[in-house]
DNA sequence: TTGTACGCGTTATCAT
DNA sequence: ATGATAACGCGTACAA
């Protein structure tokens, strides 16, 4: 087993000083061609690379981004945690990837972990607990200390960092609207609790859609789901009891299931009733119809985020200026809505 | 904006030297009550935590894990990597995820860096590149340096280290042999090509499984797939042509896309023709008919993984003996099979 | 052209 | 009971 080797093996070995060696190695003016020449052959022969955490300690830049996500078991964070990784390899830096689980409190021991020197600022998606305690201490001291933050899909006006949204209310105007244009009268909303930002806002598109092409808004058309496990009796009895033509879900696995569920009482999807979800994940794609989609970008979202964070990290200056970028969405039509 | 508090501040602020302070914040015997009272109160008014890199460089030791995964948007690495990140949290390490690409040349750049004192071991899946290369020296360098290493799911033998596999061999025989039991004799096999240490295997039981049940193994009802794209015109080809009423699935993709399109035929499902898939995805839950799986066990195996890893991290023993665990693999029953 | 000394933040050992 | 010093590995300003 041969051991990592250092600058000061090197020195020893060769006999001349440290700093001899880690300017040698710098290709530095100011050794003499030989001694350089001698060095670099000794150091290429016994394979030597740079102590990351030594180099780290002195710069006091680790070149690592912390990335905290409720899970990772979620198509839509995982293509975004693609994103992130893509660019932030591409510009020389690691990602450390902790899942909060949707509790407050692994958000919570994560960053304080991660904050103590292990990373350079962080990318994160709030947890659902964070989101219903609305309590962000956690995110301030951070940002007190001066670590950069960028907060994407659920985020916080809370808290002044960078963002990356999708436009969800534009997202959900525009499934709606279509299914307006393909005559559609009883469009429903299958959705979460308002705590999560993003379905505060789809529900407001989703609204705004009908009213503007003067549809009813009938509350009775809305069935709000706590937490994201799948309530799956609620859905079907909503399913059931109400006179619906098409349905808007504000993920995949509500719009899988309620497909499946009218599609075992006999009725035909788009022609009885059609779907529309959201994230255009997997489960979209391979479903039978296949499932239109309102898709969220997550890999270019992962991508700006990542922009935006080492922005901040590299840059020097001390200003605090905040964006939030808001990306649009696509609709990507597919079997389960006429086209 | 605050800066991070560091020993020294507490000290020339307190006006002592900052080993006492590291004793006081030790709790150490040899400090004063009243001194370790003052500094204790101080460190944790100005919230003093301890520099991750500092120590790391200090002890050698990162706590940090790495691992390599060839995608994340695959569901069965996700459901591994959250068994890792578990068991590694609640062990005190971090996890950094990188991803391969199923590429060799990202795999080695990886793993090249975070080899530098980035972390104190690795957990991987090797790349579709590597294995068809048959290229392992970057692994073998790792293992050289004493850097311990697990491999799962896609190991090879090539490189004595620990490993976490299923037993594919049995899954697929344990697939093949319900087929048989259901009554089914035109048993396909949709798999990739042999590069795969997993496709040979499940190739195998598929085989064995034929063979103890006196049926013929015939050539032409196994389709291998070069790579992990789907050439779903291949697949169709092959289902038109090819008069069979059961199908294993190295994977979901192809068995939901063989489903739909056998469905598309109107053929129905078990009735006519029943499918089994590896993995045990979100897929195999979602799609309709419920697909039968030969579940992985992802976030055991993870567990697993990242239990071995620790043990040899932490282990101060210099033996080397490597274990390979293999998982039994479990059929999760569901539509496509009669049941 | 080469080497010395210092600092990054922490801890452990050895003085005082 | 407290402090000085060295060390982890590296880089660099300053001496020689």
């Given at each position: 087993?041969?051991?990592?080797?250092?600058?000061?093996?090197?020195?020893?070995?060769?006999?001349?000083s440290?700093?001899?060696?880690?300017?040698?190695?710098?290709?530095?003016?100011?050794?003499?061609?030989?001694?350089?020449?001698?060095?670099?052959?000794?150091?290429?022969?016994?394979?030597?690379?740079?102590?990351?955490?030594?180099?780290?300690?002195?710069?006091?830049?680790?070149?690592n981004?912390?990335v905290?996500?409720p899970?990772?078991?979620?198509?839509?964070?995982?293509?975004?945690?693609?994103?992130?990784?893509?660019?932030?390899?591409?510009?020389g830096?690691?990602v450390?990837?902790?899942?909060?689980?949707?509790?407050?409190d692994?958000?919570?021991?994560?960053?304080?972990?991660?904050?103590?020197?292990?990373?350079?600022?962080?990318?994160?998606?709030?947890?659902?607990?964070?989101?219903?305690?609305?309590?962000?201490?956690?995110?301030?001291?951070?940002?007190?200390?001066?670590i950069?933050?960028?907060?994407?899909?659920?985020?916080?006006?809370?808290?002044?960092?960078?963002?990356?949204v999708?436009?969800?209310m534009?997202?959900?105007?525009?499934?709606?609207?279509?299914?307006?244009?393909?005559?559609?009268?009883?469009?429903?909303?299958?959705?979460?609790?308002?705590?999560?930002s993003?379905?505060?806002?789809?529900?407001k598109?989703?609204?705004?859609?009908?009213?503007?092409?003067?549809?009813?808004?009938?509350?009775?058309?809305?069935?709000?789901?706590?937490?994201?496990?799948?309530?799956?009796?609620?859905?079907?009895?909503?399913?059931?009891?109400?006179?619906?033509?098409?349905?808007?879900c504000?993920?995949?696995?509500?719009?899988?299931?309620?497909?499946?569920?009218?599609?075992?009482?006999?009725?035909?999807?788009?022609?009885?009733?059609?779907?529309?979800?959201?994230?255009?994940?997997?489960l979209?794609?391979?479903?039978?119809?296949?499932l239109?989609?309102?898709?969220?970008?997550?890999?270019?979202?992962?991508?700006?985020?990542a922009?935006?964070?080492?922005?901040?990290?590299?840059?020097?200056?001390?200003?605090?200026?905040?964006?939030?970028?808001?990306?649009?969405?696509?609709?990507?039509?597919?079997?389960?809505?006429?086209?």
């Open positions: 087993m041969k051991q990592k080797i250092t600058l000061k093996h090197i020195a020893r070995e060769l006999s001349v440290i700093s001899t060696v880690s300017k040698a190695l710098k290709n530095s003016e100011e050794i003499s061609k030989d001694t350089k020449d001698k060095i670099q052959a000794f150091a290429k022969l016994y394979n030597y690379k740079p102590n990351n955490i030594a180099i780290s300690l002195k710069n006091r830049r680790t070149k981004i912390g905290i996500i899970d990772i078991v979620h198509h839509f964070f995982t293509t975004v945690f693609r994103g992130i990784e893509n660019y932030a390899n591409a510009k830096y690691n450390i990837l902790c899942m909060s689980d949707e509790s407050f692994k958000e919570v021991i994560n960053m304080e972990l991660l904050a103590n020197g292990s990373i350079d600022g962080f990318i994160m998606a709030l947890s659902a607990e964070t989101q219903i305690k609305n309590d962000y201490n956690h995110l301030k001291e951070v940002a007190e200390q001066g950069p933050l960028v907060l994407f899909d659920r985020i916080t006006d809370e808290i002044e960092c960078d963002k990356v999708i436009n969800d534009e997202g959900a105007y525009k499934a709606v609207t279509k299914f307006i244009e393909d005559g559609r009268k009883q469009i429903a909303l299958i959705t979460t609790e308002d705590y999560y993003v379905s505060r806002e789809r529900a598109g989703y609204k705004q859609a009908l009213l503007d092409h003067n549809l009813p808004y009938r509350e009775n058309l809305v069935l709000k789901l706590p937490f994201m496990d799948v309530d799956e009796l609620a859905i079907n009895e909503f399913l059931d009891r109400e006179k619906i033509d098409a349905v808007l504000v993920n995949e696995i509500y719009a899988i299931h309620s497909m499946r569920h009218v599609q075992s009482k006999g009725l035909s999807i788009p022609k009885d009733i059609s779907f529309i979800g959201f994230t255009d994940g997997i979209s794609k391979y479903s039978t119809p296949g239109t989609a309102v898709s969220q970008h997550g890999e270019k979202m992962g991508a700006i985020a922009e935006m964070l080492i922005e901040k990290i590299e840059s020097e200056k001390e200003e605090e200026t905040y964006t939030t970028t808001v990306l649009d969405t696509t609709i990507v039509a597919r079997g389960s809505t006429n086209n």
